[in-house]
């Protein structure tokens, strides 16, 4: 059971360029999230995905697009990256229960991915 | 909106206790979560408190008063290894996401 796994570790970008990043999760979680953590910074939330085909804004969603095929897997694609977007991304998952509030108050992070675009 | 309040830093020796804050406002509200970060890691879920009151777990303990929107993260018998992050959060309006707060850096000295 490896949990949730990312792919990169790190990467460098130039700007204007796109990148995919991975997340996928073993646990059979429904819930799944994108956040990135600036320096000394709090975790703001990208986007969530409640089940496959469904996905949804978070905070700080422009200049990312997220889809979800498939239960396991939640992919972050940048387009045209900018030096705004040097951060630390995390991905993470959560059992979804049957009812609000869901479980989603206990969440399983990735290792996350170090991104530096200059 | 979510918003949360959390000091930013906090020292304490080696088997002292240490408390750390955290106010929020929410328009719809289940619950308070506590996540803690080593430096460079992937945080990790400490607690949860749906309810008033007090929930221990160990040395770690976490207080919840939903009239007065505001809870807490008590660490006892502090050791060098919870030098780390700590961040309270609540649930998006539909309780399917979490809102994080900026983060406590907790400096645990001998």
């Known amino acids: 059971n490896a949990g949730v796994t990312q792919t990169p570790k790190f990467r460098i970008l130039k700007i204007g360029q796109s990148m995919t990043l991975q997340c996928t999760q073993d646990?059979?979680?429904?819930?799944m999230y994108w956040y990135r953590q600036d320096p000394g910074m709090g975790l703001k939330l990208i986007y969530y995905s409640v089940g496959a085909g469904i996905t949804d804004k978070g905070e700080v969603p422009n200049g990312y697009n997220v889809s979800r095929s498939t239960t396991e897997d939640f992919p972050l694609r940048l387009e045209l990256a900018a030096p705004s977007q040097t951060s630390v991304y995390f991905c993470?998952?959560?059992?979804?229960?049957?009812?609000?509030?869901?479980?989603?108050?206990?969440?399983?992070f990735g290792p996350g991915t170090r991104l530096t675009v200059t | 909106g979510q918003s949360l309040e959390q000091p930013s830093e906090v020292t304490a020796v080696e088997g002292a206790i240490v408390q750390i804050n955290c106010t929020y406002q929410?328009?719809?509200?289940?619950?308070l979560s506590w996540y803690q970060q080593h430096d460079g890691g992937a945080p990790t879920f400490l607690s949860y408190n749906a309810l008033d009151g007090l929930e221990e777990t160990g040395r770690f303990s976490s207080f919840l008063s939903r009239s007065d929107s505001y809870g807490y993260l008590l660490l006892q018998e502090l050791q060098m290894k919870d030098s780390a992050s700590y961040f309270c959060?609540?649930?998006?309006?539909?309780?399917?996401?979490?809102?994080f707060g900026k983060g406590t850096t907790l400096s645990v000295s001998s």
């Open positions: 929410t328009s719809g509200f289940y619950g």
């Open positions: 959060a609540v649930q998006n309006q539909a309780g399917t996401a979490l809102i």
């Open positions: 646990m059979n979680h429904n819930y």
């Open positions: 993470a998952s959560s059992y979804s229960g049957t009812s609000a509030p869901t479980s989603s108050y206990e969440q399983y």
